[in-house]
């Protein structure tokens, strides 16, 4: 009988405690044995989910290197849930001490820190798993077989759109930090657009223009980016951080010789049109498994790493292009 994966949970925001809830529904394949969490409210949220489901709340030991000299050991895995500047380090630790990484989105705040990380997973042999929902989906994953397959013959031109009530959402929280965020709505919810579309295109930006705008707030609320893939073919992408209220939607589209998909920056669909075909029509996939449940397959060695950090290099290199084009006025990086 195999026992429990023996997990710490780094941080416990709304969003770990979405993941939580799930992951206590694994009790059969996964222990969380304990907890890195500084905010006492947050930490007292999540407890609420263990004792709901008649457990006692494990442990929490606010500072990563004790939890780690105290309980190392005994793990197996981490899953960072945490602001986006505490990624990269808060990895690095757990790879340095033996564990497996999940590691939510974006990976790390650029391509440098992207690099290194890299060589730590290497050096140590871990695991590293970067939780986008894009590159998680089954729908996603379908698209890049049939785009690396040729079916669609040569890609020409990929266009990307996000838009969300995000500036409403996210006023006076970290995410408008940028010293702790890395940026605004296209480093946030748009991280999702820029990763789905790197790992589409499957290769690495070469020319890139963007201009963002923060129309009078801290961190940047709408973006606008042209690019070129090392194949050729054109990239546009646009993020709105301020639509209507409660709205949120995307669309993502690949243009090839002999057809285009349609998708969108989550994976929530996948929708594909061959030549001859004036409609497109939904594609069959298999069936999704959650976020835990991919990382423990992928650590069995029953999935192929959906989203490993050299995806998360890629868009690490992107982010630090857009970024600096815009700051000098949408000039033309070379990357």
């Not at 930490?43 to 990563?64: C, H, M, Q, V, Y």
Request: net charge negative.
């Amino acid at each position: 009988m195999t026992l429990p994966l023996q997990t710490a949970v780094i941080g416990t925001g709304n969003m770990s405690r979405n993941h939580i809830r799930g992951m206590l529904q694994q009790g059969d394949t996964t222990q969380i044995r304990v907890v890195c969490e500084p905010s006492a409210a947050a930490w007292k949220e999540a407890t609420s989910l263990f004792r709901e489901r008649g457990l006692e709340p494990p442990p929490n030991i606010s500072d990563l290197e004790t939890l780690l000299d105290e309980h190392g050991e005994a793990l197996e895995a981490a899953f960072i849930v945490t602001p986006h500047n505490l990624h990269y380090q808060q990895a690095s630790k757990c790879l340095e001490a033996g564990l497996d990484v999940l590691l939510e989105k974006p990976m790390v705040m650029n391509g440098d820190e992207a690099l290194r990380l890299i060589d730590t997973r290497d050096r140590t042999g871990g695991l590293l798993v970067v939780a986008f929902n894009g590159s998680m989906s089954p729908n996603i994953r379908t698209a890049v077989e049939i785009l690396r397959s040729g079916r669609l013959g040569r890609v020409q031109s990929i266009t990307a759109t996000v838009w969300q009530d995000w500036d409403r959402l996210t006023i006076d929280t970290w995410r408008q930090q940028p010293e702790v965020s890395g940026g605004g709505f296209l480093f946030d919810t748009g991280a999702h657009m820029l990763n789905t579309v790197v790992d589409l295109a499957g290769e690495k930006f070469v020319e890139v223009c963007a201009w963002l705008d923060n129309l009078g707030g801290p961190v940047d609320l709408l973006g606008v980016v042209m690019g070129r893939l090392a194949s050729g073919a054109m990239v546009t992408l646009h993020g709105c951080g301020r639509s209507a209220p409660g709205f949120i939607d995307s669309d993502v589209r690949v243009y090839g010789t002999e057809g285009l998909i349609r998708t969108c920056v989550w994976g929530k669909r996948l929708e594909m049109a061959r030549g001859g075909e004036k409609e497109l029509t939904p594609v069959p996939v298999p069936e999704s498994l959650g976020t835990w449940q991919q990382f423990l397959a992928v650590r069995d060695g029953r999935l192929e790493n959906p989203c490993p950090p050299e995806v998360g290099l890629r868009m690490a290199r992107l982010w630090d292009a857009i970024t600096e084009s815009s700051a000098q006025g949408g000039a033309l990086m070379k990357l």
